[in-house]
């Protein structure tokens, strides 16, 4: 662990919400009996009105802030932007981070056992929308004796299910805070996403999704899906700045092995993540991905599918940002001044890409700061 910080929340603990009940899925399934991991940040309050909900992206987690141990090396994921004074200052709020549904590091998912049959779910775990995350997310609310989220904010993936949530349960949520996000994929980004599915359903060790009874991984398969996904979340000047076309031994080798230092990094990223992420549940997440387009169910009306909406929202894009470009914010701010919802909207000159929202750019702390002081400064009056 490195050393201790004044503005870490420091040592956390995840917990687990057993659900008995049985949850009604979008893709007409059901499922019951399974298991929400969580951990929290800072304390709640008397009344129970300084809730923030963080909903994570597609490679997140639960673990959103400090650490698990003293040995450990580094924090959770957006743990620059979680703690005592930062972004989401936890001397004013208490921050909730489950792991989704689907997961594979706490929370039920493909690599779960089955209640009934005592296998691993595998492939028969059902496919998940943002309204099913959604949907447990509510569960997890009413566990912990929440009326009101103050905000649920989320960047990428968790900024589609903060605009679920807006929609969805709009009476549980009074600042929805929407980060690099988009309000359905483009033909683009759905390509993206079946090309790292084929890489991984057509590894020769991906069994139709039963790896885990034949003791393998496919490693191969995942570690490409990740290598074209990381590809998408950095700009093309962040590629250009960090690399350049620098060779690794300083000369041409003339063969296809590891040459230029883009190459290596980008191999060092999918082995990694192999070690730490689930075949299965990367194909749920994508999926989940494809999916989500609220205005689907009102013919195409982003407003319209806002209409429900009572909170109040922030929208952040950034400008090297072209997975999920500005544009696409401002779709969603235009739709919503449109439905007559009160937004505010940033848009943040970046230079990293998709990847600037995990990152503190001065521009980017300084907005989203002041407004959730506002924020808190509404649950202390």
């Known amino acids: 662990m490195a050393e201790p910080n004044p503005q870490s929340v420091g040592i956390v603990e995840p917990q687990?919400?057993?659900?008995?009940?049985?949850?009604p899925l979008d893709c007409g399934k059901t499922i019951e009996r399974f298991d929400l991991v969580y951990e929290t940040y800072?304390?709640?309050?008397a009344d129970r009105s300084n809730a923030v909900l963080v909903c994570h992206a597609l490679s997140g987690n639960h673990h959103?802030?400090?650490?698990?141990?003293?040995?450990?090396?580094?924090?959770?994921?957006?743990?620059?932007?979680?703690?005592?004074?930062?972004?989401?200052?936890?001397?004013?709020f208490f921050v909730v981070s489950p792991a989704n549904l689907g997961g594979y590091n706490g929370s039920t998912g493909p690599g779960s056992l089955h209640p009934e049959t005592g296998r691993h779910y595998g492939p028969d775990f059902p496919v998940l929308t943002c309204s099913d995350w959604v949907r447990s997310q509510n569960i997890l609310r009413e566990a912990l004796g929440i009326e009101q989220w103050a905000a649920v904010i989320g960047g990428s993936l968790g900024g589609m299910q903060v605009m679920q949530w807006?929609?969805?349960?709009?009476?549980?949520?009074?600042?929805?805070?929407?980060?690099?996000?988009?309000?359905?994929?483009?033909?683009?980004?759905?390509?993206?996403?079946?090309?790292?599915?084929?890489?991984?359903?057509?590894?020769?060790?991906?069994?139709?999704?039963?790896?885990?009874?034949?003791?393998?991984?496919?490693?191969?398969?995942?570690?490409?899906?990740?290598?074209?996904?990381?590809?998408?979340?950095?700009?093309?000047d962040a590629m250009r700045a960090k690399f350049g076309r620098d060779l690794r031994e300083g000369r041409i080798n003339y063969g296809f092995d590891v040459e230029f230092q883009v190459e290596s990094y980008l191999r060092y990223q999918g082995a990694s993540f192999v070690d730490r992420?689930?075949?299965?549940?990367?194909?749920?997440?994508?999926?989940?991905?494809?999916?989500?387009?609220?205005?689907?169910?009102?013919?195409?009306?982003?407003?319209?599918?806002?209409?429900?909406a009572t909170a109040r929202f922030m929208v952040v894009s950034f400008t090297s940002d072209w997975r999920f470009a500005p544009e696409r914010s401002?779709?969603?701010?235009?739709?919503?001044?449109?439905?007559?919802?009160?937004?505010?909207?940033?848009?943040?000159t970046s230079d990293l890409g998709h990847d600037d929202f995990l990152l503190t750019m001065p521009h980017y702390v300084h907005t989203l700061r002041a407004y959730l002081h506002r924020v808190a400064c509404e649950r202390d009056t």
């Open 166 to 236: 807006s929609i969805d349960y709009p009476d549980r949520i009074a600042h929805a805070i929407v980060i690099a996000a988009a309000p359905k994929l483009s033909a683009q980004n759905i390509a993206f996403n079946e090309i790292a599915r084929q890489a991984i359903i057509t590894d020769p060790e991906f069994h139709d999704g039963r790896y885990y009874e034949h003791g393998v991984v496919p490693r191969r398969g995942l570690m490409l899906a990740r290598m074209l996904g990381h590809i998408t979340y950095l700009s093309d």
């Open 277 to 308: 992420f689930d075949a299965n549940t990367y194909l749920l997440m994508t999926k989940a991905l494809d999916y989500f387009d609220p205005a689907h169910e009102t013919g195409g009306s982003l407003a319209r599918a806002f209409a429900p």
């Open 16 to 23: 687990t919400l057993h659900v008995a009940e049985t949850m």
């Open 42 to 45: 800072g304390t709640l309050n």
């Open 330 to 348: 401002r779709e969603i701010v235009d739709a919503l001044v449109d439905a007559g919802k009160q937004v505010s909207y940033a848009e943040v």
């Open 64 to 92: 959103a802030a400090g650490y698990h141990n003293e040995d450990d090396e580094k924090p959770g994921w957006w743990d620059k932007c979680i703690g005592p004074g930062k972004m989401i200052d936890t001397d004013h």
